[in-house]
């Protein structure tokens, strides 16, 4: 199977599965191999993330230090897509599920780009419909990733929901840690 047509599989089973089709765990590859190569979907995701960072930047002052912002905000980005499932490593054998590690990281991981399609639709909404405010219509949005990754976990892994609601918070903190190291970092106000 090509890079492609993995690619592009993943994506419709990452759909089936938003849909609440479990069936969408069958269109994707669990081999070691593709465990890696669903590191890919970091790619796919990138540009959006970029461009969401520069937006962020609209409201800054003059003084604010725009490359160094956006160099630490890349370093952290790279640092979520591999510091979660380093986590994993360790918290699925603890809950008798390291034979299922490899599904869910590679499930998890192409989930992320129909994750940013939902955030931009969000944003899109938002500046279609001011008058409703964008908070609203991403605070929707991170409230349904939220329980797909909760449903993703419940899948691949086989866990209770409160096991997989856990393991889904355990992400949000720790993504939401890097972002603030790295916020301040480039601020240059860590401590």
Do not use: C
């Amino acid at each position: 199977m090509t890079m492609s047509t993995e690619t592009l599989r993943a994506l419709y089973g990452t759909w089936r599965i938003a849909r609440g089709d479990a069936k969408g765990l069958a269109f994707f590859d669990y081999s070691i191999e593709a465990f890696w190569r669903s590191f890919f979907a970091a790619v796919i995701v990138f540009p959006a993330f970029a461009l969401l960072r520069w937006h962020d930047l609209d409201t800054v002052p003059d003084e604010f230090p725009v490359g160094r912002y956006m160099l630490v905000e890349t370093v952290a980005y790279v640092m979520k897509w591999f510091a979660f499932p380093m986590l994993m490593l360790h918290v699925a054998p603890m809950i008798g599920r390291a034979n299922r590690y490899i599904a869910f990281i590679t499930v998890y991981n192409w989930s992320s780009v129909l994750q940013m399609g939902v955030y931009l639709l969000a944003l899109l909404l938002g500046a279609a419909f001011p008058m409703l405010g964008v908070g609203g219509f991403v605070l929707i949005a991170v409230i349904a990733m939220l329980i797909y990754g909760v449903y993703i976990a419940k899948l691949t892994l086989a866990v209770p929901i409160a096991t997989a609601s856990a393991i889904v918070a355990a992400d949000f903190l720790l993504s939401l840690t890097i972002t603030t190291i790295g916020i301040r970092l480039a601020l240059g106000q860590l401590f």
